[in-house]
């Protein structure tokens, strides 16, 4: 981003994005998805993905990594394949369908095209992902046969631009920005998040996570529809961004006092200041953006900068929270 600062590893700055998301992100899901399964060969995905982001992170030359990320999704459709099998609903589809996507955008990367001709295929397994979930927990909610017409519909409309994307770049953008879009504003109107935000401790912190996510969702997707299939540079800096740090973070600040707990089987204690990194975020968030659009380096490496704290300190305050719980605390039960 411009900091004069040493780089550790020259592949690093090339790769953050196949890391995040492939390494990091989706061992994160894989792994949960095998906790829930309690199947040995479920832990497969999540073992696969995560070898093949240390042979990233370490810059082993050749596509070894690469190779194994796509071993690791692949083995995500199959546990996928698993649970639709077991549960056929429209929310075990969705995010059957965003494993799928990670597949496939891994596929293309691993056979040479560049990350911006793939990263639609990425956007698609987390967004598809996260919004399955939703759905799921909405269950309680009682969601019409309008609304789940409407959350399929815009579903439709997101993935049919992200396969566009491999035949026509620009007009494939913009129809899965417009999906985004639509995608946003079904979640800010129908999700059990609206009726949380008027609950009180952890409850409320995790709606309010989720709600600022779903607002970077549709501010992302209003880049894409706008700007359309930009390769690089700084709209392309803001748009990617604003779903990956807005949207994607925004999730996991929120369900990771949900997750953690089941995951490693120790009670978290919640306390307030975790509003702190949230609110960093989305202030930095704005900060980077706002550099972006306006063509102001500095702001764009600030903002950038502040992300990284933000996230860093959300770390640390969810390993103290998991610390304390460890110690006798107690979790502070919460639907999201």
Request: aromatic letters at 14%.
């Amino acid at each position: 981003m411009g900091w004069a600062w040493p780089v550790l590893n020259l592949y690093l700055p090339i790769r953050h994005g196949p890391l995040m998301v492939s390494a990091f992100f989706a061992t994160l899901i894989g792994l949960e998805r095998a906790v829930a399964l309690a199947k040995p060969w479920t832990y497969l995905s999540p073992l696969l993905s995560g070898t093949g982001g240390l042979l990233l992170l370490l810059g082993a030359p050749g596509p070894f990594g690469a190779v194994l990320l796509a071993a690791g999704s692949l083995g995500l459709v199959m546990v996928f394949i698993t649970i639709v099998r077991r549960h056929f609903a429209l929310y075990t589809s969705v995010m059957a369908l965003g494993a799928l996507c990670w597949l496939v955008g891994n596929l293309i990367w691993l056979a040479g095209k560049p990350v911006y001709a793939v990263v639609f295929w990425w956007i698609g397994f987390l967004v598809l992902t996260i919004t399955g979930e939703r759905l799921e927990l909405s269950r309680v909610a009682r969601i019409t046969p309008f609304k789940q017409a409407a959350f399929l519909a815009a579903c439709t409309l997101f993935l049919s631009g992200i396969v566009l994307t491999t035949y026509s770049y620009g007009s494939g953008v913009r129809v899965a920005g417009l999906g985004m879009v639509a995608l946003g504003v079904w979640l800010v109107l129908f999700d059990i998040a609206r009726r949380n935000m008027r609950k009180s401790g952890l409850t409320r912190f995790i709606a309010v996570c989720l709600f600022s996510g779903y607002i970077w969702l549709g501010i992302s997707g209003l880049l894409a529809l706008i700007y359309g299939g930009i390769s690089g540079g700084l709209i392309y800096d803001a748009m990617l961004h604003a779903v990956f740090l807005g949207f994607v973070f925004g999730m996991v600040f929120g369900h990771a006092p949900i997750i953690l707990p089941g995951v490693l089987n120790i009670p978290l204690t919640y306390h307030w200041i975790l509003y702190f990194p949230l609110v960093l975020l989305n202030i930095s968030l704005i900060l980077r953006l706002s550099g972006d659009l306006g063509a102001a380096i500095w702001a764009r490496q600030w903002g950038g900068l502040f992300n990284a704290i933000a996230i860093l300190l959300y770390l640390g305050l969810m390993a103290y929270s998991v610390t304390r719980g460890r110690r006798g605390g107690k979790s502070a039960p919460a639907i999201g």
